[in-house]
């Protein structure tokens, strides 16, 4: 029997629907929010107040581009956990109404899952066992996957996450928001071995991006002093060199993390998978270990429902519902 979930994210800024049937995405339609451009970063109030503007258009559209009505839905699904919690009580307040009136079944997903199983929406798609590098704003995690619905984080970051030091980086280079692919785009100029930058001694498989950041910062705050005009002379290499090193630093981990466990199918997930340094240092990686590498499509690596519906399928084959007592939720452990 034919079964069709409507999935929704909303942990950040970004409000996004999407329809899945069988296990094949529909529509992925994502609707961002400059709003916050102004003020350098998401303003979690605003954030939360342009979601209940956005979603009902949103799931319309949604809906519309795949072709199908409410009436058609067997269960709706939402991002619970983690994220911004105004945001997050938006998307489920709506999927618990919507799952209510239309006595359908509750799918509640968590948000580092879904990133990890965006792998799997399009062909070629890895095999398991395999590992996944989920960066994003937020996180940063190696993770081994051995089925949808059975995962272990091997490693993760002790304190920032590697999209965050791309966007204070470029914050600190008074770049606009978002940064993170401001700092892609000068670096694709740039020279990334013109200036040096520390990698940190973290044993084990875990990251930490605090002292990369504070090493840019004083780094600049001398380069200024010597030079008012420092950072825009030197641009294009500030931006190649600090990619470069937040990107060995994830490879290195990744590439540990593979021969510790052995395993050649290799992904990267999350926001910061959009990064061309990243994609092309992978791929090149990758041929150098005979790893077979997978990196999502571009609207699958950042926050979208697309992934959020293609996990919510795996959840709802193993009969894996919420009830409507569900609760968003900041920050929750998984795997």
């Not at 998401?42 to 342009?50: G, H, I, K, T, Y």
């Not at 258009?57 to 911004?84: E, M, R, W, Y």
């Not at 995962?151 to 928001?177: C, H, I, N, Q, R």
């Not at 699958?300 to 939720?329: E, H, K, R």
Request: with cysteine.
């Amino acid at each position: 029997m034919s079964t069709t979930i409507l999935a929704i994210e909303s942990s950040c800024d970004e409000t996004s629907a999407a329809v899945c049937k069988d296990g094949q995405i529909l529509t992925n339609y994502i609707a961002g929010q400059a709003v916050h451009e102004q003020f350098g970063g998401v303003v979690p109030e605003l954030a939360s107040r342009a979601h209940m503007q956005h979603i009902v258009p949103v799931v319309d559209v949604a809906l519309k581009q795949a072709g199908v009505t409410v009436t058609d839905l067997d269960a709706i699904a939402f991002t619970q956990a983690p994220g911004l919690i105004g945001s997050l009580l938006v998307g489920s307040c709506f999927a618990k109404s919507l799952a209510l009136a239309l006595d359908k079944p509750l799918i509640a997903v968590h948000h580092m899952q879904a990133h990890v199983l965006a792998n799997l929406i399009a062909e070629p798609a890895p095999s398991y066992p395999f590992l996944c590098l989920t960066v994003s704003g937020g996180h940063t995690q190696i993770v081994l996957c051995r089925s949808p619905l059975d995962m272990e984080v091997l490693g993760e970051t002790l304190d920032d996450a590697a999209g965050e030091a791309f966007d204070k980086s470029a914050k600190l280079l008074d770049l606009p928001y978002p940064g993170g692919p401001l700092i892609d785009k000068h670096a694709r100029s740039g020279n990334p071995e013109r200036f040096a930058f520390p990698e940190p001694q973290i044993p084990g498989l875990n990251f930490s991006f605090s002292g990369l950041k504070t090493s840019i910062l004083y780094f600049l705050q001398d380069g200024k002093r010597a030079d008012p005009d420092f950072v825009r002379k030197n641009l294009d290499d500030i931006c190649a060199s600090i990619q470069h090193r937040i990107v060995t630093i994830l490879l290195h981990k990744l590439g540990r993390a593979a021969k510790e466990t052995g395993i050649r199918e290799v992904c990267i997930a999350g926001g910061v998978s959009a990064n061309s340094g990243l994609r092309t240092a992978l791929k090149e990686m990758g041929e150098r270990r005979g790893w077979n590498t997978y990196i999502p499509a571009f609207q699958y690596c950042t926050d979208n429902a697309g992934m959020i519906a293609q996990t919510a399928w795996y959840l709802y084959q193993a009969g894996q519902f919420a009830d409507l007592s569900v609760s968003p939720s900041a920050r929750a452990e998984w795997a």
